[in-house]
């Protein structure tokens, strides 16, 4: 099954559009699963186990496994949910872009090394340095278009032929780099009136949209201005949020509550 089938299953499956990133710091980690063997690991597994039932992927940022020689974890955590939960796609973010011989050791990270269903990249070297990750047709490949930190304007918003450069982007990926269908585009939570603006520029495809929770995006109005006209299009990523919604033993338990309020509240206005 394809990446953009499996996303279209669980929307349905689970009524959900609400990601949960896996952003594993051990430092924020209770002291009761700090010191266990593979903390990393044991802490995603529990994550996974209390809401595997509300959401439609998860998203393990590299860079949490990475920095702690945790790939192994990343690794781990990757064949978990693939054996526990198969119907539900893993997005690995880690943002890669490079001349295209270097994209394509990056393509085979991704999808033969740890096997997952969608990758970010970013789309500022230009098509060959995507071109690896597109030519996975069954493969999802999520390119930064507007994202959600507050510097995202200073080159995002750069005039380009008399439009903001984001929206070039999106236009560029939807006309010119979507011959597979399998492109979806990163949108923040936290600039919805731009997020309208893709969207009339792209007609359905999908998008990641990080930026709820911790960075405080406005849920009602990312919904409404993201949404296509079947009430989907969206996986709404919450990492922090979600993750640590205690920082004492019931993290699973408090994570579960903090995702069925997301989940309801998006609901309420995708209809
Ligand atoms: O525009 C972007 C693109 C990616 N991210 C990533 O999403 C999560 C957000 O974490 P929260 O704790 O929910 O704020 C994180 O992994 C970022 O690297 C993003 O925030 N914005």
């Known amino acids: 099954m394809s990446f953009i089938e499996k996303l279209n299953s669980i929307w349905e499956e689970n009524d959900s559009l609400v990601c949960v990133g ?8 209770p002291k009761s699963i700090r010191d266990v063997p593979d903390a990393i ?27 702690e020689s945790a790939e192994d974890q990343l690794t781990k955590t990757i064949q978990y949910i693939q054996s526990e939960y198969p119907s539900i796609p893993i997005i690995l973010d880690s943002k890669r872009g490079d001349i295209g011989s270097t994209a394509n050791k990056y393509a085979v990270e ?16 230009g098509y060959d340095s995507a071109e690896p990750f597109l030519s996975y047709q ?30 070039k982007v999106a236009t560029l990926i939807s006309d010119k780099w979507n011959y597979n269908n399998n492109c979806l585009l990163v949108v923040g939570a936290t600039w ?18 990080p930026g709820v929770g911790a960075q405080g995006g406005d849920i009602e109005a990312l919904v409404k201005a993201g949404k296509t006209a079947n009430g ?16 004492e033993d019931d993290f699973d338990s408090k994570a579960r509550e903090v995702v069925l309020k997301l989940r309801s509240q998006i609901n309420l206005h995708r209809k």
């Open 110 to 125: 991704a999808f033969e090394r740890f096997k997952v269903d969608a990758v970010t990249i970013n789309p500022y070297m």
């Open 232 to 247: 989907k299009g969206l996986i709404i990523s919450s990492s922090r949020g979600v993750i640590y919604a205690s920082g």
């Open 41 to 67: 690991f044991q802490f995603n597994k529990r994550i996974i186990d209390a809401t595997h039932d509300l959401v439609c992927a998860y998203k393990p940022q590299i860079a949490y496994f990475s920095a």
């Open 138 to 167: 069954d493969k999802g490949t999520v390119l930064l278009c507007r994202t959600s930190n507050s510097g995202a304007s200073d080159i995002q918003d750069l005039i380009v032929d008399g439009v903001p450069l984001y929206q």
């Open 192 to 209: 919805p009136s731009q997020m309208a603006k893709v969207r009339s520029l792209v007609g359905d495809m999908p998008f990641l949209v």
């Open 22 to 29: 896996l952003d594993p710091d051990l430092e924020r980690f």
